[in-house]
């Protein structure tokens, strides 16, 4: 009896422990991906500093601060949508574990 209890427990467990995991390999894809954006940008802007001792003229200046603002844009939407992606595809996975556990009590 308190084996046959003990497994039910267990077993009304698992779809908490999917969703605890899918969680948490989604925190680290989003923990690795802002990151990688944040080294993007240091980068970015350690260069653009390098950059700014060649300037000869205003007109140098105002390019290169273009350029920069230009990276850093296209750096942070890269990040933004590999966050939306990391987001949806941990989405579509805590759905399907609540479907499958929904048509577990329907059966």
Do not use: W
């Not at 969680?23 to 700014?52: D, G, N, V, Y």
């Not at 060649?54 to 603002?69: E, G, H, T, V």
């Not at 949508?81 to 579509?92: D, F, G, S, Y």
Request: aromatic content about 4%.
């Amino acid at each position: 009896m308190f084996q046959d209890m003990n497994k039910k427990i267990t077993d009304s467990m698992g779809p908490f422990k999917e969703l605890v995991n899918i969680q948490t390999k989604m925190l680290e894809e989003l923990t690795r991906q802002q990151m990688e954006c944040t080294k993007s940008c240091i980068e970015a802007t350690i260069q653009q500093t390098k950059e700014m001792q060649k300037c000869q003229s205003p007109s140098d200046l105002i390019d290169l601060q273009r350029s920069y603002a230009k990276e850093l844009e296209d750096t942070l939407k890269c990040a933004s949508e590999q966050n939306l992606k990391a987001l949806q595809e941990a989405r579509t996975e805590i759905e399907d574990v609540a479907h499958s556990t929904f048509d577990a009590f329907n059966k």
